[in-house]
């Protein structure tokens, strides 16, 4: 056994468990939807899983399983480690990601349609704006976070996408 490949020093242990290893998001809480945004969700979850930054504080039992769905208009966020034991659960009120998700879904489906009939120029102008939007509900989310888990803007940007996808169904 080769010690050097086998042993992790401090920083490499801190960024293995402050992460996601699973996401899993309630079926009651999703519809299903168009393809487009059938991919989007699972590219989102893909992404979010195989590079991201969550830690919920005061935790150190990483690295994350995280379940999000909704409930009573709620977006509740249940976090468990590896063994599947709770390791804290954080409820948010949706009222201030209504305008943001509503402004997203309307850029997006514009996106998808521009992408069936729209010029390379108006597409890329479009895709600018939907990237605004989703950085604006990720520093949304990111705030609604802030001292209870700590959270990268790139996973920001893919749980934003993920709410989104659950808000279809709230």
Do not use: W
Request: with cysteine; hydrophobic share 35%; glycine share 6%.
């Amino acid at each position: 056994m080769n010690d050097s490949v086998s042993g992790n020093n401090s920083a490499e242990q801190e960024q293995t468990s402050e992460r996601l290893f699973e996401v899993v998001l309630d079926p009651e809480s999703i519809l299903r939807s168009n393809k487009d945004v059938e991919r989007e969700r699972k590219v989102a979850i893909f992404d979010l899983v195989e590079d991201n930054r969550f830690s919920p504080v005061g935790a150190n039992c990483g690295p994350y399983r995280l379940d999000l769905a909704l409930a009573k208009r709620k977006l509740v966020f249940m976090i468990r480690d590896e063994c599947g034991s709770e390791v804290t659960t954080h409820i948010l009120s949706l009222t201030p990601f209504r305008r943001i998700i509503k402004d997203y879904f309307l850029i997006c489906d514009s996106y998808f349609e521009a992408i069936r009939s729209a010029t390379p120029s108006q597409i890329e102008a479009i895709d600018m704006g939907r990237r605004g939007v989703h950085n604006d509900g990720a520093s949304i989310l990111e705030e609604r976070l802030k001292g209870k888990i700590d959270i990268d803007h790139q996973t920001a940007r893919r749980l934003f996408t993920l709410i989104c996808s659950l808000r279809l169904a709230g």
